[in-house]
């Protein structure tokens, strides 16, 4: 028979490796979650915004709050008004 310290060791070490085990594999399925969390509202977001250019209240635990809209509005909006029309240069020449 075996002495009773190797046996009392084995399980220990067993015990030990099983909870690493254990640890590591919970350890993915809370990063898989917490991305999947992630994926999730950052698609709600943008399925909000991207179709439209209103801005888009955003609160963070009732902490933080920002208004996010689509870049491509602003770019269309700044590319508009740099873009003088045929009705702003007649205006600009009658007055000179």
Known sequence: MLPAYLII???IILLVIYNFITNSIYAVWLQNGANQGYQAAVG???EQVKDK???VEVT?????????INAACIQQASSQQAAPTQID???QE???
């Open 60 to 68: 963070l635990d009732n902490v933080a709050t920002v208004q996010v």
């Open 44 to 46: 709600q977001l943008i």
């Open 53 to 55: 250019c209103d801005p």
């Open 94 to 96: 009658a007055t000179q």
């Open 9 to 11: 060791s084995a399980l």
């Open 89 to 91: 240069t007649l205006q």
